[in-house]
């Protein structure tokens, strides 16, 4: 009944020590194997609790069966722990857990041999068997203790092993056949309890594996040795304290303890392995191992002496065999000693040589006392002293910066680890010297010490600081400076070079420069001839175009010069670039503007010498038209010419207004208000089927221009815009506030930064390419067909926007719309009303005196000829000369000169000051076909100034007259 009771109890605690053996090894403490430590122990403490209850329940004829029973199937449980435990293990691990598994198999074995004689099985070959693999349980945990030290993670393998093996097998057998067997068989008993040899045997193998536990080399061997001699020392100590194998308590506990052995392989987790400082160990290890090998050969020589005479020889054979393996181990060892001292005194050897010999200046010093204890001749010489003469000095002698020094020293002994750090120290002469210190701790001479490499690096940080100051400047240069290795791949850039081109070095460093500069604009003709010229070691210069990574060219200066080694091979090139894109730019405004100042000039000089023609034949024209028949054939024919006279005077308006020679009178004005008032005469102009917006700054600031030229700058655009949207589109207007900062005037040169009021006009017609927009501003340029422009109105824009201080600008792409934007600076003063031309007839007639100089005999005589048919009084002269002799002569009756501007000799403006200054209170009326600087600066009339620009009508002037004479 005991026995089926116990059954369940087992087969739970085997599979506790299954699932926390084999569910997720890599781990220390997964939940399976924490469940399964549990379980087992809740199994232990039922299944003892059962053992000491069949100590009252069963029969004592019975009790001795349960109890080998109950023990075989604890003890293959701990095996089975035992062997988990060595899966989850490294090698050196596996190897003792496995040992240890096997120990508890095999003991298993005999325990169930014993179970059978229990049982009376009776005697057998399977018996016998199974007695003699119980035999061979206590000599393979004997061979723990002789296990091989770990190396490399993995158990040192070698002969001195197998011999110590062999010695410690042999030892165990004769104990075994003479203690034990021997006795049994010569007494014919089936059972003999052998006490005090078998407890020697158990006490050595406890001892043994405890003290292996603390001399060790490996943490993880010295933790499994510990778990294994803890419990079986508690075995020995339980046998001894509670003698006799049938013992109660000691039948009870010692299942228990094997599976408190089962727990803890259960929850075992494999640690570390060798520590770095090993050496007191290993030394420590090697003699436990000789004791051991010594102590064994005792045990046998003292077996063979106490053994029966008729068995003797054999003992002495044993004995003969145990010392043959004892001297070939210490032969052995001997030997593998003096091949180990062979190698340490080469090894120092080769250790002197390459001290000495070292380039590198190394220094061993004392920590507490600073003092040197070895320097080689490279760290004398180092430090200025003879060879040897730095023995015994102390350090801080030749450190400069000595708490940094004590420091870095305290931090090294404290870490542990390799520390490199700059230091300046000084020679023996007081010479000052940058060194790059690598110091770590050594063992030297049974003591902690500094062993540190002192490298001498004055002359690198020399020239450290010497490459960072030409960095710096190279930096600070503003000019694109960056190198490339002999295949052209960039290898070095400078930050203007980022500036410029928009990469960084990430992006560049690697690449070849044509393949991340290449504009388009260079053929592969141009590129083969100057890789050609570099590769002939010659400098190259230029001025090139290259490409940005936002896409837009940029023109610069180029200079590529090869950099060459000492034997004068190529291993590289220096390219040197300068921004000229601006420079550029302004060289083509500059020859475009001295293009539009002679095409100017030309034009100005036309319509002067034009608008005397054209004065001359609207004049007469308006004087046939007074008084011609209304109806007649005549006056049609007259009506006619004189609608081709003022087609000609808005021709010579825009030639003048573009060479920017026209008089203006310019005011504060609102371009809010100027907009708004021509709204709707714009939008009669462009169409039904274009969309009209504006959209206008509430709080727009002023500018100060003329009202007509601002409205003919409007239409102009306007039209231009109709124009580019034949089949209809959207028109808008804008008005703003802007400031034009330094970024926008170095893309256009031309330009004051400051405050500008901003004019727009955007429309969705075909637009313009890049190369139209180059042209568009020139006079006479249109892309209009035939008779459907003259190519002024753009150019009119321009120059009225040029004389009145601002910028225009345009934005197109072909099929995307233009957007022109007209700038003009932002004025903080009131505006100014602006009035139109009196729709009242003006009383033309006067009886004043009016002294005309005019070169132009023929506008001379229409002038004269207007002014006496209504009245006025005429002196004439053809110059400033004849003036001045009229002058002379009836100067009481001169009521006001009227003069032309330009005139051979003295000009009308010189005329005019020198009759005021005869009479201040002159009257005076100018006449031009444009202006002069005699009168107008760049176009804007002096104040209190007058002037009748050509071509005009006798009622024209005969107004004016008027205007002027009652002011």
């Given at each position: 009944m005991a026995i089926s009771g116990a059954g369940p109890a087992y087969f739970r605690m085997a599979w506790a020590i299954t699932a926390g053996g084999l569910v997720d090894s890599k781990k220390a403490?997964?939940?399976?194997?924490?469940?399964?430590?549990?379980?087992?122990?809740?199994?232990?403490?039922?299944?003892?609790?059962?053992?000491?209850?069949?100590?009252?329940?069963?029969?004592?004829?019975?009790?001795?069966?349960?109890?080998?029973?109950?023990?075989?199937?604890?003890?293959?449980?701990?095996?089975?722990?035992?062997?988990?435990?060595?899966?989850?293990?490294?090698?050196?691990?596996?190897?003792?857990?496995?040992?240890?598994?096997?120990?508890?198999?095999?003991?298993?074995?005999?325990?169930?041999h014993d179970f059978l004689l229990d049982v009376s099985f009776g005697p057998g070959s399977l018996i016998s068997t199974l007695s003699f693999l119980g035999w061979c349980s206590y000599p393979l945990l004997a061979f723990l203790i002789f296990f091989p030290a770990e190396k490399e993670g993995r158990p040192d393998w070698n002969w001195i092993s197998l011999l110590d093996f062999l010695q410690v097998t042999l030892a165990a057998g004769l104990a075994y056949f003479q203690l034990i067997y021997l006795p049994r068989f010569l007494a014919g008993q089936?059972?003999?309890?052998?006490?005090?040899?078998?407890?020697?045997?158990?006490?050595?193998?406890?001892?043994?594996?405890?003290?292996?536990?603390?001399?060790?080399?490996?943490?993880?061997?010295r933790a499994i040795y510990l778990r294994v001699g803890g419990v079986f020392a508690s075995v020995v100590f339980l046998r001894a304290v509670f003698p006799g194998y049938f013992n109660p308590i000691y039948a009870v506990s010692r299942p228990g303890l094997w599976l408190l052995l089962g727990i803890l392989a259960v929850r075992w987790q494999d640690l570390p392995g060798l520590r770095p400082d090993q050496d007191g160990r290993r030394g420590a290890l090697r003699l436990f191992l000789s004791l051991c090998a010594a102590a064994t050969l005792l045990v046998v020589v003292v077996l063979a002496l106490s053994a029966p005479a008729p068995y003797r020889k054999l003992m002495y054979f044993c004995v003969g065999v145990s010392v043959a393996l004892y001297i070939l181990r210490t032969m052995m060892a001997e030997r593998s000693r003096y091949a180990a001292e062979t190698k340490l005194r080469r090894s120092e050897h080769d250790y002197r040589v390459l001290f000495e010999s070292a380039v590198v200046p190394i220094v061993i010093f004392d920590p507490e006392s600073e003092r040197i204890l070895q320097a080689n001749a490279a760290a004398c010489e180092l430090y200025g002293v003879a060879p040897g003469g730095l023995v015994g000095a102390r350090m801080k002698d030749f450190t400069k910066d000595i708490a940094r020094s004590e420091e870095q020293v305290a931090d090294l002994l404290r870490t542990g680890t390799c520390q490199r750090f700059e230091s300046v120290h000084q020679r023996r002469d007081g010479k000052e010297i940058e060194i790059l210190v690598s110091s770590s701790v050594i063992q030297y001479g049974g003591r902690k010490a500094i062993l540190s490499f002192n490298r001498d690096i004055t002359e690198r940080k020399r020239a450290e600081q010497a490459l960072i100051r030409l960095r710096r400047a190279v930096d600070a240069s503003g000019e694109v400076i960056f190198m490339t290795d002999r295949e052209g791949i960039i290898t070095s850039i400078n930050p203007e070079f980022t500036r410029l081109y928009g990469y960084t070095p990430d992006e560049v460093v690697g690449k070849t420069t044509p393949r991340?500069?290449?504009?388009?604009?260079?053929?592969?003709?141009?590129?083969?001839?100057?890789?050609?010229?570099?590769?002939?070691?010659?400098?190259?210069?230029?001025?090139?175009?290259?490409?940005?990574?936002?896409?837009?060219?940029?023109?610069?200066?180029?200079?590529?010069?090869?950099?060459?080694?000492?034997?004068?091979?190529?291993?590289?090139?220096?390219?040197?670039?300068?921004?000229?894109?601006?420079?550029?730019?302004?060289?083509?405004?500059?020859?475009?503007?001295?293009?539009?100042?002679?095409?100017?000039?030309?034009?100005?000089?036309?319509?002067?010498?034009?608008?005397?023609?054209?004065?001359?034949?609207?004049?007469?024209?308006?004087?046939?038209?007074?008084?011609?028949?209304?109806?007649?054939?005549?006056?049609?024919?007259?009506?006619?010419?004189?609608?081709?006279?003022?087609?000609?005077?808005?021709?010579?308006?825009?030639?003048?207004?573009?060479?920017?020679?026209?008089?203006?009178?310019?005011?504060?004005?609102?371009?809010?208000?100027?907009?708004?008032?021509?709204?709707?005469?714009?939008?009669?102009?462009?169409?039904?089927?274009?969309?009209?917006?504006?959209?206008?700054?509430?709080?727009?600031?002023?500018?100060?221009?003329?009202?007509?030229?601002?409205?003919?700058?409007?239409?102009?655009?306007?039209?231009?815009?109709?124009?580019?949207?034949?089949?209809?589109?959207?028109?808008?207007?804008?008005t703003a506030n802007v400031e034009l900062d330094d970024e926008y005037v170095r893309a256009h040169p031309d330009v004051t930064p400051g405050r500008y009021v901003l004019l727009a006009l955007s429309d969705t017609g075909w637009g313009m390419d890049v190369e139209t927009q180059s042209h568009i501003f020139e006079p006479f340029f249109t892309t209009k067909h035939a008779g459907k422009g003259t190519g002024l109105g753009l150019s009119t824009v321009y120059g009225i926007v040029k004389q009145s201080g601002g910028h225009v600008n345009v934005y197109s792409e072909a099929g995307q719309g233009t957007v022109f934007k007209v700038y003009l600076p932002r004025i903080d003063e009131p505006v100014e009303a602006v009035t139109g031309a009196s729709t009242q007839a003006a009383e033309l007639t006067g009886s004043e005196t009016v002294l005309l100089a005019e070169d132009e005999p023929s506008v001379r005589s229409l002038a004269a000829e207007a002014m006496r048919g209504n009245g006025y009084a005429v002196l004439e002269a053809g110059d400033a000369e004849q003036a001045l002799a009229l002058w002379a002569q009836h100067s009481e009756k001169i009521d006001l000169l009227l003069s032309d501007v330009v005139m051979p000799g003295m000009n009308g403006k010189e005329l005019a000051d020198r009759l005021k200054q005869l009479r201040p209170e002159l009257k005076v009326l100018f006449i031009s076909g444009y202006t002069a600087d005699a009168i107008a600066q760049h176009g804007i009339l002096e104040e209190g100034v007058v002037l009748l620009s050509k071509p005009f009508t006798p009622r024209d002037l005969l107004a004016k007259l008027r205007q002027i004479l009652r002011s």
């Open positions: 403490h997964t939940p399976s194997r924490r469940v399964g430590s549990r379980l087992l122990i809740a199994a232990a403490a039922l299944l003892i609790l059962l053992d000491a209850a069949r100590l009252v329940v069963l029969p004592p004829s019975y009790q001795q069966a349960f109890m080998d029973g109950f023990e075989t199937v604890v003890v293959l449980l701990c095996a089975l722990a035992c062997g988990f435990a060595a899966v989850r293990s490294s090698p050196i691990g596996r190897g003792l857990w496995l040992m240890t598994a096997a120990f508890f198999g095999l003991m298993a074995a005999a325990d169930f089936t059972w003999m309890v052998i006490g005090h040899p078998e407890l020697l045997r158990n006490l050595l193998i406890a001892g043994g594996l405890l003290l292996r536990s603390r001399v060790d080399t490996s943490s993880r061997a991340i500069l290449k504009s388009g604009n260079m053929s592969a003709d141009d590129y083969k001839r100057f890789w050609n010229a570099i590769q002939e070691k010659r400098v190259v210069r230029g001025t090139i175009v290259n490409r940005a990574k936002d896409g837009h060219l940029i023109s610069v200066e180029s200079s590529v010069n090869p950099i060459q080694d000492e034997p004068g091979e190529i291993i590289g090139f220096l390219a040197i670039q300068r921004d000229v894109t601006g420079r550029k730019q302004l060289e083509r405004q500059f020859l475009q503007a001295q293009k539009m100042e002679a095409v100017g000039r030309l034009a100005g000089g036309v319509a002067h010498d034009f608008n005397n023609l054209l004065t001359v034949i609207n004049g007469y024209t308006d004087l046939m038209l007074e008084g011609g028949a209304p109806g007649s054939s005549a006056r049609s024919h007259l009506e006619e010419i004189r609608r081709a006279g003022d087609r000609a005077s808005a021709l010579t308006r825009q030639l003048l207004a573009f060479s920017r020679r026209q008089v203006v009178m310019p005011v504060v004005l609102d371009l809010n208000a100027i907009v708004e008032g021509m709204h709707k005469m714009l939008r009669r102009l462009i169409r039904e089927d274009i969309e009209f917006h504006t959209s206008f700054a509430p709080d727009l600031g002023g500018v100060k221009a003329d009202a007509g030229q601002i409205e003919q700058v409007i239409m102009n655009l306007a039209v231009n815009a109709r124009d580019a949207m034949p089949k209809g589109g959207k028109l808008i207007i804008e």
